[in-house]
């Protein structure tokens, strides 16, 4: 499985920006799809998750109500759209899948597949 995540850039303070993930090669419904970020000298944090199947999703407290992980099946993409953002979110914004969905605390130790980051920055 290989995940071609894209539509980072600079937006200032109150802006939207929609990521997409794109996901090459062969999945199972049971896969589960995520969004983890990266600030700089911090360590990597769950974002959103999202089941391949069903579509049951998961947000960080700190993003609730700002930002919304969606997929669509047919075309094996996966969204994180991203309003009211604010400097705190600047960071690379990695899509990452697990073979199942998980129930626990998500961390980046229990992903299988990641793709390439796309830088964030959110400045006035």
């Known amino acids: 499985v290989q995940l071609q995540a894209s539509g980072g850039g600079l937006v200032q303070p109150g802006e939207s920006l929609r990521l997409s993930c794109e996901v090459l090669?062969?999945?199972?419904?049971?896969?589960?799809m995520t969004w983890f970020r990266q600030a700089p000298g911090k360590e990597r944090e769950f974002v959103a998750g999202?089941?391949?199947?069903?579509?049951?999703?998961v947000h960080a407290d700190s993003v609730k109500g700002r930002f919304t992980i969606s997929k669509e099946s047919a075309k094996k993409m996966v969204f994180l759209q991203m309003n009211s953002l604010r400097p705190e979110d600047t960071a690379v914004y990695y899509c990452?899948?697990?073979?199942?969905?998980?129930?626990?605390?998500?961390?980046?130790?229990?992903?299988?597949?990641w793709g390439k980051g796309t830088q964030v920055t959110v400045s006035s």
């Open positions: 999202i089941k391949w199947s069903g579509g049951s999703s």
């Open positions: 090669g062969r999945t199972s419904s049971s896969y589960a």
């Open positions: 990452a899948a697990r073979t199942s969905w998980y129930a626990g605390r998500w961390s980046d130790g229990i992903m299988n597949y």
